[in-house]
Nanobody
Framework: QVQLVESGGGLVQAGGSLRLSCVAS????????MGWFRQAPGKEREFVAV????????YYADSVKGRFTISRDNAKNTVYLQMNSLKPEDTAVYYC?????????????????WGQGTQVTVSS
């Protein structure tokens, strides 16, 4: 069992930055690829970014490419999402998730564990 706890959300003006963190319980963090997803009010959950177990491979949604950076520190059981040049359309609840699959994935149903989410609000 893996428990995930996100933090770092908040209210920021357009063009600003935030860094989200997700801390995982347990001693097998490096066995999971980690993803970030988001869900805006009235919309379906969407993929944001994913990082491989070692951190050597990353993949981003087109909507955030060049603005967001995913990274991980396996010694700290933590995955990060650095968000720069934020836009009002980035407003959503952001969730981190863990998958035991050997390859990275942008499909939410392939993830085994989910955090409770952290709210990000970008004002115009």
């Amino acid at each position: 069992q893996v428990q995930l706890v996100e933090s770092g959300g908040g209210l920021v003006q357009a063009g600003g930055s935030l860094r989200l963190s997700c801390v995982a319980s347990g001693r097998t963090f490096s066995s999971y690829a980690m993803g970030w997803f988001r869900q805006a009010p009235g919309k379906e959950r969407e993929f944001v970014a994913v990082i491989s177990r070692s951190g050597g491979t990353t993949y981003y949604a087109d909507s955030v490419k060049g603005r967001f950076t995913i990274s991980r520190d396996n010694a700290k059981n933590t995955v990060y999402l650095q968000m720069n040049s934020l836009k009002p359309e980035d407003t959503a609840v952001y969730y981190c998730a863990a998958t035991s699959r050997s390859s990275i994935s942008s499909r939410g149903y392939e993830y085994d564990y989910w955090g409770q989410g952290t709210q990000v609000t970008v004002s115009s």
